[in-house]
């Protein structure tokens, strides 16, 4: 059960950097957004076997509910992820996005925690700290977010790409927060079984 947890987070992980390149290229936008779209099939996939195996299994390591709570909000993470590439690409957005790529950044700094302490959560010595650094993540994101909102409106003269990249910010943000959500529902279960 573990390690098909810790495979869907190795997907957010790959999903996120594909995204942070995605951002910083923004070239290619269709190549990048089907890479995602695979990646997030797969976690689609797992998380159907992990939500059947816990209506087999008799005994699971944690708590079903915990386990079945942690995997939708990790799927919705790799969901967002997806949705953002799907919308750059079938939005066909002309320029970069300011303050994009840091918000990718942010998002793939998030992703590749969540990766570290699932994979550790039978021994989750050090995974609290690393949590709070989440959250804090998800703070600054919030600032870059305003940042990001605030220079488009003042810059963007085409009313429908300012529409687009707002919608795409917007996005960006509800992933950090997906982000976050995951984190708390880790954290619950460290504290559940400590």
Not at 28 to 57: F, Q
Not at 130 to 137: C, H, M
Request: aromatic share 6%; hydrophobic share 45%; charged share 30%.
């Amino acid at each position: 059960m573990f390690s098909m947890l810790a495979e869907i987070t190795t997907y957010i992980l790959e999903g996120a950097n594909i995204l942070n390149e995605m951002m910083i290229k923004f070239e290619n936008l269709g190549e990048y957004a089907a890479k995602i779209r695979l990646i997030e099939h797969n976690c689609d996939e797992i998380t159907h076997t992990i939500v059947n195996a816990l209506n087999e299994i008799f005994v699971t390591p944690i708590d079903r509910e915990d386990i079945h709570t942690l995997v939708n909000s990790l799927d919705n993470v790799i969901d967002s992820i997806d949705v953002i590439a799907n919308r750059i690409d079938l939005y066909k957005v002309k320029k970069r996005i300011e303050f994009g790529s840091e918000l990718a950044e942010i998002v793939l700094s998030q992703s590749k925690i969540l990766n570290e302490v699932v994979k550790k959560l039978d021994d989750s010595k050090d995974s609290f700290s690393k949590l709070v650094n989440i959250r804090s993540l998800e703070t600054q994101g919030d600032i870059v977010f305003r940042q990001a909102i605030t220079e488009l409106f003042e810059k963007e003269k085409d009313v429908i790409e300012l529409i687009k990249k707002k919608e795409i910010l917007e996005i960006f943000e509800k992933t950090a927060d997906r982000c976050q959500t995951a984190a708390i529902v880790i954290e619950g279960i460290l504290i559940k079984n400590a």
